[in-house]
């Protein structure tokens, strides 16, 4: 009797087993895939050899398109990576944080400060399933699933707000699949350690006049206060990884430098440094023309990200004592992105950043 009940148990777990696996491998199947392949962030990061990256971003779309991080590192030896996304909810950036310390040890943490403009209850379905349907099932994942019931108690913009979908993806995805649909083509987007070119947006060129900047103060949304506060608390627990807070160079509203001006208030408070580079001085520093860096309001062009780069990293050497690790075998992902980088520049690239530079060298030329 008790072989029986041994060998019944056995295969139950063994039943048990295989459901976890088909279900895993479902969830990953039925996953969020948006046209902007924001899948990649999380399966490249995860590719990457353990303890390779210094240096690890998190923001919105203005961070993946402003840090040319193959650039970074062969002109200054620091492996960095962007683990950001479109519009990327403020309030989730302590678990990426999390989720980026079980395999690296980064000397340093930069977070993006435009999203904290915008109320916890502006999230939507989407902006949570651009990163969190693509992470790997984990205790820091159902941290998140927990953050989402309460934040989100009742159903809005489209959030579950049980979690369940969020658990198993196929629950909101099983009905919309078909062996016979084809996937839309994402060929004008792709990633180089998480900085991402968009074909028909980066090349291009843009002149704005940007908004004049001042240090007034506007309260923030009361759930991203507390959100900030919680991030600025977890940051404290981090021996050895410090954290830079950014007001990134965009045309920022009246109400976003505002907010900006409120949270970096806070930040400075707590110890932690918030770099400003809103204002037409620092920009000028930089190197940034509002004629020609930018494709948007919000986003710099392939020439203004180059320029903001070298500026950025610079920086990082001087103030954060970032090492040189060019050479370094565990670092060769950052060179052969670099690689692919100039290769693509030549040849998938060539025709609108030939266009472009055309255009800012009239522009340029106007000038003398």
Known sequence: MKK??????????????????????????????????????????????????????????????????PVAYHEYGIPAYLLASGTQPFWM?????????????????????????????????????RMLDNMKPSLNK??????????????????DSTGLSYLFPIIKYHSQWSPNKRLKEFEAVDYYNGYSPVLRKSFNVKSFRQFDYDDHTLQIDGQTEEALNDLLDYCDTLEDTKVLFVM?????????????????????????????????????????????CFHDKSHMNYYGALIYTRYFFNYLKENY?????????????????????????ET????????MMTEINQIRSEDR
Request: charged share 30%; net charge negative.
């Open 4 to 69: 029986i009940f041994s060998n019944n148990l056995i295969r139950a777990a063994v039943f048990l087993l295989i459901a976890a696996i088909m279900v895993a491998g479902c969830s990953h199947l039925f996953r969020f895939v948006d046209a902007e392949r924001t899948n990649t962030v999380f399966e490249e990061f995860y590719e990457l050899e353990d303890d390779s990256a210094d240096c690890i971003f998190f923001g919105s779309s203005v961070t993946q398109r402003g840090y040319i991080t």
């Open 93 to 129: 950036i302590k678990y990426f944080m999390k989720e980026t310390l079980k395999t690296q040890k980064p000397k340093l943490f930069v977070v993006e400060l435009k999203g904290i403009c915008k109320s916890v209850d502006w999230t939507g379905d989407v902006h949570i399933r």
């Open 142 to 159: 159902l941290q998140i699933i927990r953050a989402i019931r309460q934040y989100f108690p009742e159903d809005i913009n489209g959030i």
């Open 248 to 292: 990134p160079p965009y045309q920022a509203s009246a109400d976003g430098m505002g907010k900006m001006n409120y949270a970096k208030n806070i930040i400075e408070k707590r110890g932690y440094e918030c770099l400003n580079l809103l204002d037409d001085e620092k920009r000028a520093e930089i190197g940034l023309d509002d004629r020609t």
């Open 321 to 345: 004592g970032l090492e040189d690790r060019r050479g370094q075998e565990v670092c060769e992902k950052w060179e052969s992105e670099y690689e692919r980088l100039m290769q693509d520049l």
């Open 348 to 355: 998938r690239y060539l025709v609108r950043y030939t266009d």
